[in-house]
Each structure stands twice: as C-alpha cells, then as structure tokens.
C-alpha cells in the first residue's frame, strides 16, 4: 500500500509539473493568450464593418423616405423616425469606434515588459469588447427596426 501511495505521489507531482511547464514550453504567455482574446474580439467587429456600413445606409434611405411623405404621414413616423436616427447614430458611433480603437492599438506596446503588457492588453480587451457589443448590438437594432 505505501508503495502504491508513493507512485501516486510520483504520478501527481509529475502531472502537475508537466501542466505548469506546457504554456512554458510552448511558448505562449499571459500575454499572448489576451492579445489573442483581443484580436478575436477584434476580428469579430471587423468583420461586421460592411455590415454597419450597409445598415447605415439602408437607415438614411428610410429616413430620408420618411422626408419626402406628405406632413400629415410624416407626423405619424415621427417616434420611428427619431428610433430611426437614435441607431443611426449608434452606426456611426460604432465604425467610428472601431477605426479609433484600430488606429490607437499598439500591437508591440511594452513588450519587453510583461506587467505592463498585461494591463495594457487588459485594459485594450475592455476597449475591443465595448466597440463590439457597440457594433453588434446597434446591428440588432437596426433589423428590428427595418423590420416594422
């Protein structure tokens, strides 16, 4: 029975080793695992950019119709209208969001320093993640909203 417990105890410390040297060994850091998450996020909202360049423009072509009904209809579209310009706005924020953040990232930033590449890279996930949900949330509105 000792001799059992002492194999086990060979076999966990061994596992145990070998699990804290994998990322090691790999080569892959903390680091790397949140500029990873970073350009997933990223990668995400790139690709709904022609999305929300499509949505903008189907939302300005059902505002300006709106523009050209008589008064009277007009009148009567005008809460659709101001939903309508509210994710309009929301579009514009988004792509600009997006051009923003991808001009100000700096891929290589601190990288001979790994704390200070942790935080900035947390701090740029935070960022990504907002310009997406930014994106992917005005996106939803404007389907339902041209769906009325």
């Given at each position: 029975?000792?001799?059992w417990l002492h194999l086990a105890a060979i076999f966990l410390f061994t596992s145990c080793n070998n699990s804290a040297n994998s990322d090691s060994k790999s080569g892959k850091t903390y680091s790397d695992?949140?500029?990873n998450e970073v350009?997933?996020?990223?990668?995400i909202g790139m690709a709904?950019?022609?999305k929300i360049s499509e949505a903008q423009?189907?939302?300005?072509?059902s505002i300006d119709s709106i523009s050209r009904l008589p008064a009277g209809v007009q009148?009567?579209?005008t809460a659709y209208k101001t939903q309508l310009d509210s994710v309009l706005n929301r579009l514009k924020y988004a792509d600009y969001a997006m051009n923003k953040w991808m001009e100000e990232f700096n891929m290589d930033s601190a990288?001979?320093?790994e704390e200070k590449r942790i935080q900035y890279l947390k701090s740029e996930k935070i960022k990504i993640s907002k310009v997406k949900d930014a994106m992917l949330s005005s996106l939803k509105t404007t389907d339902s909203?041209?769906?009325k």
């Open positions: 029975m000792k001799g695992t949140l500029m350009m997933d996020d990223h990668n709904k950019m022609s423009k189907r939302v300005q072509l009148k009567n579209l990288k001979e320093n909203l041209l769906k």
